[in-house]
């Protein structure tokens, strides 16, 4: 099935989006409440909806907003090693990883609060010249747990999504010589959408246990990147078990799979010829983001008011 969250004369309703028509469910009821029933709930209510729907609505009537507006949390993983080796070799770098990068599939918690829908307006990071995208995919959880083994975390998935990591590349590397994580650098915007679909639905795309989606990124219809979610080193079960570990995880959490290598602007930063990149993000610039199976996000990038500036600390006397 593919669910849906929408705004309507209502407020905010869910649904089950059958070819161009959703089918609501009740009014006041969230797509984070049906996911809590676990899968067996979504699905039959799922069956309610397409039975004796509370509401009908045509797609392209409604305004989408993220399949859950507001998870209970985010973590964006590193699923793909070619995504940081092309970072490092774009900015100079050697794009040897360490011993870690195969042992540790990374993650960082990402921005609740600052989710957006599918078609919505983003806002560029306050204070950045370098905003970029990266085209990902996200599982969503939809069932409860600690401490699981990977098995375990891939049963629990009850969803797929695609999901754009927005990252000011400025503010990033200011951030990164504090070797604390990431921060202002992330936390402009997540969008996710259109839809939440069901693992059954995307079964056609799995080969050799992963789910494998052909991924296009385009700016202003011109395309940046192709790829394949099925060139994750790491799987999603091996990402969330990593994660489970003395942690327990609840329904509606989200974790990014990381960047589709070649599908951000980063990547595309060549230190011998400068002059072919690009450029970065600016307003007015329109982010297409496709994916084999989970539709299409497409936003306008806005320029956003300057930051409030801080003070700077006064460094101690030396000698």
């Given at each position: 099935?593919?669910w849906?969250?929408y705004?309507s004369?209502?407020?905010q309703?869910t649904?089950?989006l059958?070819g ?11 797509l ?5 029933l676990?899968?067996d ?7 309610r ?6 509401a ?5 009537a409604?305004s989408l907003?993220?399949p859950?507006?507001r998870p ?6 590193l ?6 080796r ?8 050697s794009p040897?990883l360490?011993?870690a990068w195969?042992?540790i599939?990374?993650f960082y918690f990402?921005?609740p609060?600052?989710v957006?829908?599918p ?9 950045s010249v370098?905003?970029?995208f990266?085209?990902?995919i ?6 409860a747990g ?5 098995a375990?975390?891939?049963q629990a998935i009850?969803?797929y999504t695609?999901?754009n990591?927005w990252?000011?590349r400025d503010?990033q590397?200011q951030?990164g010589?504090l070797a604390?994580?990431?921060?202002k650098?992330k936390?402009?915007?997540v969008t996710?959408g259109?839809?939440?679909v069901t693992p059954?639905?995307?079964e ?12 296009t990124?385009?700016v202003?219809?011109?395309i ?7 060139a994750m080193?790491?799987?999603?079960g ?6 489970a570990?003395?942690v327990?995880?609840?329904p509606g959490?989200?974790?990014g799979?990381g960047?589709?290598p070649t599908?951000?602007?980063l990547?595309h ?6 002059q072919?990149?690009p450029?970065?993000?600016?307003d007015?610039d ?8 989970l539709?299409?996000l497409?936003q306008?990038?806005?320029a956003?008011a ?5 003070a700077e600390?006064?460094r101690?006397?030396?000698g």
């Amino acid at each position: 099935m593919r669910w849906v969250t929408y705004r309507s004369e209502d407020g905010q309703r869910t649904g089950v989006l059958n070819g161009d028509v959703i089918h609501a469910v009740a009014p006041g009821v969230t797509l984070l409440e049906l996911i809590r029933l676990g899968p067996d709930g979504l699905h039959e209510a799922g069956e309610r909806a397409l039975s004796a729907p509370a509401a009908t609505e045509r797609i392209s009537a409604v305004s989408l907003m993220a399949p859950i507006p507001r998870p209970p949390s985010i973590r964006d993983s590193l699923g793909f090693l070619d995504h940081m080796r092309n970072c490092l070799a774009a900015t100079g770098r050697s794009p040897v990883l360490d011993d870690a990068w195969y042992r540790i599939p990374a993650f960082y918690f990402a921005c609740p609060a600052t989710v957006l829908g599918p078609y919505d307006d983003v806002s560029m990071a306050p204070g950045s010249v370098c905003q970029d995208f990266e085209l990902e995919i996200a599982a969503v959880i939809g069932t409860a747990g600690a401490n699981l083994s990977v098995a375990q975390a891939e049963q629990a998935i009850i969803g797929y999504t695609i999901f754009n990591d927005w990252s000011a590349r400025d503010l990033q590397a200011q951030e990164g010589v504090l070797a604390i994580g990431q921060a202002k650098g992330k936390d402009s915007g997540v969008t996710l959408g259109p839809c939440l679909v069901t693992p059954d639905e995307l079964e056609p795309y799995r080969s050799n246990g992963r789910i494998s989606l052909q991924a296009t990124a385009t700016v202003n219809d011109v395309i940046v990147g192709t790829g394949s979610t099925g060139a994750m080193d790491w799987s999603f079960g091996e990402i969330i078990s990593y994660a489970a570990r003395g942690v327990p995880l609840e329904p509606g959490d989200v974790f990014g799979s990381g960047t589709v290598p070649t599908c951000t602007l980063l990547e595309h930063l060549d230190p011998a010829a400068p002059q072919q990149f690009p450029g970065w993000l600016g307003d007015g610039d329109v982010v297409t983001l496709q994916v084999q199976g989970l539709g299409e996000l497409r936003q306008t990038v806005r320029a956003s008011a300057a930051p409030i500036p801080l003070a700077e600390r006064p460094r101690p006397a030396t000698g």
